[in-house]
């Protein structure tokens, strides 16, 4: 029986080793204004009252979480995530499947996303909670974009109704772990919480987010993430 009062909850993606920063540690471990990039992360994260608990999906390899877990309450919990991204989601999913009812809302953010901020996560909720599926917080393009093949333009792209994908994801509970489960099973790649529920038939909604909430892939954003946390967006 589903609640009067959906909860919500939260899942971190963290198993991934970040190749592209070319650093030694995992890009999510790397210092940022003075604590790691997942600390700043979280800290944005518990700032939304509203979410239950926290699932951070590791490597079963990582040997850095223990240091950074220990500032946190019991409100941060683990579990083991995947080599892709939808198998650490997914793990976070069967981890809250005990707690969560069906109808409740789960928050997926990127561990490399430290800069969202507590106004758009409260947009985002707010925009979805009467919804029966769930959306994205997304940015629309201003760039002209251009379609290539073998290094060659072979159009250029209507950027009317081109937008990034940020995160947080929000999604029904039941209805996400239902798409990622069938993903996986047909063999789909799925890149993001949205494509999965995409694949059912279901079109999520856009709530618009900031340009500050940017993902830190290359070392160069680390300066600029450095620069927004200061500014305290």
Same mark, same amino acid.
């Given at each position: 029986?589903?609640?009067?009062?959906?909860?919500?909850?939260?899942?971190?993606?963290?198993?991934?080793?970040?190749?592209?920063?070319? =650093?030694?540690?995992?890009?999510?471990? @790397?210092?940022?204004?003075?604590?790691? #990039?997942? $600390?700043? /992360? %979280?800290? &944005?994260?518990?700032?939304?009252?509203?979410?239950?608990?926290?699932?951070?999906?590791?490597?079963?390899?990582?040997?850095?979480?223990?240091?950074?877990?220990?500032?946190?309450?019991?409100?941060?919990?683990?579990?083991?995530?995947?080599?892709?991204?939808?198998?650490?989601?997914?793990?976070?999913?069967?981890?809250?499947?005990?707690?969560?009812?069906?109808?409740?809302?789960?928050?997926?953010?990127?561990?490399?996303?430290?800069?969202?901020?507590?106004?758009?996560?409260?947009?985002?909720?707010?925009?979805?909670?009467?919804?029966?599926?769930?959306?994205?917080? =997304?940015?629309?393009?201003?760039?002209? @974009?251009?379609?290539?093949?073998?290094? #060659?333009? $072979?159009? /250029? %792209?209507? &950027?009317?109704?081109?937008?990034?994908?940020?995160?947080?994801?929000?999604?029904?509970?039941?209805?996400?772990?239902?798409?990622?489960?069938?993903?996986?099973?047909?063999?789909?790649?799925?890149?993001?919480?949205?494509?999965?529920?995409?694949?059912?038939?279901?079109?999520?909604?856009?709530?618009?987010?900031?340009?500050?909430?940017?993902?830190?892939?290359?070392?160069?954003?680390?300066?600029?993430?450095?620069?927004?946390?200061?500014?305290?967006?």
């Amino acid at each position: 029986m589903s609640r009067t009062a959906p909860r919500y909850w939260a899942i971190v993606p963290a198993a991934g080793i970040g190749s592209r920063m070319g =650093a030694v540690l995992p890009k999510q471990y @790397l210092q940022l204004a003075e604590k790691t #990039v997942i $600390e700043q /992360t %979280l800290l &944005r994260l518990l700032s939304e009252k509203r979410l239950e608990t926290i699932v951070v999906a590791i490597s079963q390899n990582d040997t850095c979480w223990e240091s950074v877990k220990q500032n946190f309450s019991a409100r941060v919990q683990t579990t083991v995530g995947g080599r892709e991204r939808f198998e650490s989601v997914l793990s976070g999913l069967r981890y809250l499947a005990g707690q969560a009812d069906n109808n409740d809302w789960v928050l997926v953010h990127d561990a490399a996303r430290p800069c969202v901020t507590k106004k758009e996560i409260g947009r985002l909720i707010e925009r979805l909670k009467a919804d029966p599926v769930g959306g994205i917080l =997304a940015l629309p393009v201003h760039d002209t @974009l251009k379609k290539v093949q073998q290094g #060659v333009v $072979e159009s /250029t %792209l209507d &950027r009317q109704t081109i937008w990034r994908a940020l995160t947080p994801q929000m999604f029904r509970f039941g209805l996400l772990k239902k798409a990622l489960e069938q993903a996986v099973e047909a063999g789909i790649a799925v890149t993001d919480e949205a494509s999965a529920i995409e694949s059912l038939g279901y079109k999520p909604k856009l709530v618009e987010g900031e340009p500050e909430n940017i993902k830190i892939t290359r070392p160069a954003d680390l300066a600029l993430a450095a620069f927004y946390l200061e500014k305290k967006v």
